[in-house]
């Protein structure tokens, strides 16, 4: 059964930090290409970020870049998520998602991050 289950989101202030875990279940994570994305109330899903399997390539939504850094352990089927300098914008549900083909393509249910004074 394939399980993929976000955590380490909070209510932060403007400025902090919050890791992201995604831990996973029921596929061979490290054929799969892991993403970040997220999504903010009223807005659509949001692609925040993006490792490759083989070679750990990363790529980042501009509005991230230089604060965020996605990263994975093949070996404990997980994947991370370090979010700096948080700010009100950053606001939103973080999903992870781990996806090989368009049969292959898996969701956690989200977990929630609030950035507020």
């Known amino acids: 059964q394939v399980q993929i289950v976000e955590s380490g989101g909070g209510l932060v202030q403007p400025g902090e930090s919050l890791r992201l875990s995604c831990v996973t279940s029921?596929?061979?994570?490290?054929?799969?290409?892991m993403r970040w994305y997220r999504q903010a109330p009223g807005k659509e899903r949001e692609l925040v970020a993006v490792?490759?399997?083989?070679?750990?390539?990363?790529t980042y939504g501009d509005s991230v870049k230089g604060r965020f850094i996605i990263s994975r352990d093949n070996a404990k089927k997980t994947g991370y998520l370090q979010m700096n300098n948080l700010q009100p914008d950053d606001t939103g549900v973080y999903f992870c998602?781990?996806?090989?083909?368009?049969?292959?393509?898996?969701w956690g249910r989200g977990t929630q991050v609030t950035v507020s004074s």
């Open positions: 490792i490759s399997n083989i070679k750990g390539s990363t």
């Open positions: 998602n781990a996806i090989r083909s368009s049969s292959n393509n898996y």
């Open positions: 029921g596929f061979t994570f490290s054929s799969y290409v």
